[in-house]
């Protein structure tokens, strides 16, 4: 009788133990968000590969058994967002933990000019990569009679939605050519709702600023024949010429069905940025994950644009400070000088 009182008290002191033991271990789980965009653009699925790549959860085999090799202790998620901006200034605020921004668009919050002018800079957002370059999408209806950005005048035209880096791209590429939001008929919609309206004839062109193949651009190629606009010509060179982040690029012949020549348009850097705020060590640890051989893998097979996102480009373009713990990495790994 005696023994089984004393039984039953090692059995209440090992579960207290156990329930004492939890919060030490919910401590150890850090839960990392990447805010990305629209789903059917190409920051969601990016988004999906990297925090399958740093995600390390508590009590994971390691990574030389063949377990994750993701960042100790974390776990992440990537979450579909409005893009860019939005991204921004929910990393500036504290609401979210890193995200996906347009490399104009991180300049532009950072200093408080372009779209933040007035605003104030939000001089704590940091990056820890440039990922890969963003095209410049310009979709129209192959029957719509638009061979040029001044075509769009008169047309029905998406720019994307607000909090977007597309609308912004979209409002200064307008105005190169001569043309204003008054000039076309405005909407502002995702890309997928976009091309959901030029199939049934009630779209005549959209905006879309990310990498190629772009899901909903894919999709629509299926069953509607569409063109990819060209943006060349001298009002190209004068924007490249006055914004540095816009580069020239080519989207290649055969990305999309029914598209076969190449096409000449411009892009922006897609960059991962987080907060001043974030712990240096989970910074440097993330950014560990992100270039090391699994992640390669993963970004290799998991995505046509992850081929792209290498370690030798992770510094290319980023016009705002580099988080201290990405900075930590990259002089470990040569790519900074000490």
């Known amino acids: 009788m005696q023994f089984g009182g004393l039984a039953k008290t090692v059995a209440i002191l090992s579960l207290a133990g156990g329930l ?11 839960f990392f968000r990447i805010a990305t965009g629209g789903t059917a653009g190409t920051y969601f699925p990016i988004g999906g590969l990297l925090s399958n790549a ?67 800079a939000l001089d704590n ?7 890969y370059p963003e095209s410049i999408h310009l979709v129209a209806r192959a029957d719509a009679g638009i061979n040029s950005v001044a075509d769009l005048a008169g047309k029905k035209v998406s720019l994307d939605e607000p909090g977007s880096g597309t609308l912004v791209d ?12 008054d000039d076309v008929e405005a909407e502002f919609l995702k890309p997928n709702q976009a091309a959901d309206l030029m199939r049934d004839n009630n779209m005549d062109a959209f905006f879309f600023v990310g990498g190629f193949p772009a899901g909903a651009i894919t999709e629509l190629a299926t069953s509607q024949d569409i063109v990819l606009v060209p943006i060349e010509g001298p009002e190209a060179e004068a924007l490249l010429e006055e914004y540095g982040f816009f580069a ?9 069905e029914g598209v076969t020549d190449d096409v000449q348009s411009i892009s922006v850097g897609a960059q991962w940025v987080t907060s001043a705020e974030q712990p240096d060590d989970l910074i440097y640890e993330i950014t560990k994950a992100l270039w090391n051989d699994n992640s390669r893998a993963l970004l290799d097979n998991g995505h046509a644009k992850g081929a792209s996102i290498k370690k030798e480009t992770a510094l290319e373009g980023v016009g705002i400070p580099l988080h201290p713990g990405a900075e930590r990495f990259y002089k470990e790994a040569g790519l900074l000088a000490e």
């Open 20 to 30: 004492a033991a939890l919060p030490a271990l919910a401590q150890d789980i850090q």
């Open 54 to 120: 740093i995600s390390n959860p508590p009590g994971s085999r390691a990574c030389d058994e063949g377990g994750s090799c993701g960042a100790p202790g974390v776990v992440a998620t990537a979450l579909a967002s409005n893009g860019s901006v939005a991204n921004i200034n929910g990393i500036a605020s504290g609401q979210i933990e890193s995200g996906f921004s347009q490399s104009d668009v991180a300049y532009w919050a950072h200093t408080g000019t372009g779209v933040f002018e007035g605003k104030g």
């Open 125 to 131: 957002i940091r990056a820890i990569a440039n990922l």
């Open 170 to 181: 979209a409002r200064i590429i307008l105005e190169a050519y001569g043309l204003s939001e």
């Open 248 to 256: 020239e690029h080519v989207i290649p012949g055969g990305t999309y």
